[in-house]
């Protein structure tokens, strides 16, 4: 799959988001797995809201959206560690949280931050 950008017109401080898929790619499970750009990344729906989170599991690098979100959680193909949907947290394993990624929805397709950008004033 070819990534698509969004690039920022005025400042240089804007994140640049990187196409994942579409709306309709989450029916009619609510959720879907792509690779891009190097990131396993899990789409879903969650309370209204589509949300992302890093498909691998920091436990042994199972698949954490393998199986069907139920009742908020995901859980891991492979070990049965369980993933919060609203976080991406870890339930099993407070140490081993799945990174979140930041989601833009626009004009019916999703897209994520797949590189966190730093703030103003730090180094």
Known sequence: MASVALHARSTQTEPE????GAVTELEPHG???KWVEGHDILV???DGQVK???NICRHFG???GY???RDGVFTCL???YQFSAADGSCLTN???GSREYKVTVKDGDIYVQLVETARAGRN
């Open 44 to 46: 879903y729906r969650y």
């Open 62 to 64: 199972g698949p954490i």
């Open 78 to 80: 492979w070990h049965c």
């Open 17 to 20: 988001l990187t196409r994942v």
């Open 94 to 96: 407070p140490k081993l």
């Open 31 to 33: 959720q879907f797995s």
């Open 67 to 69: 199986h069907k979100m």
């Open 52 to 54: 992302a989170i890093s």
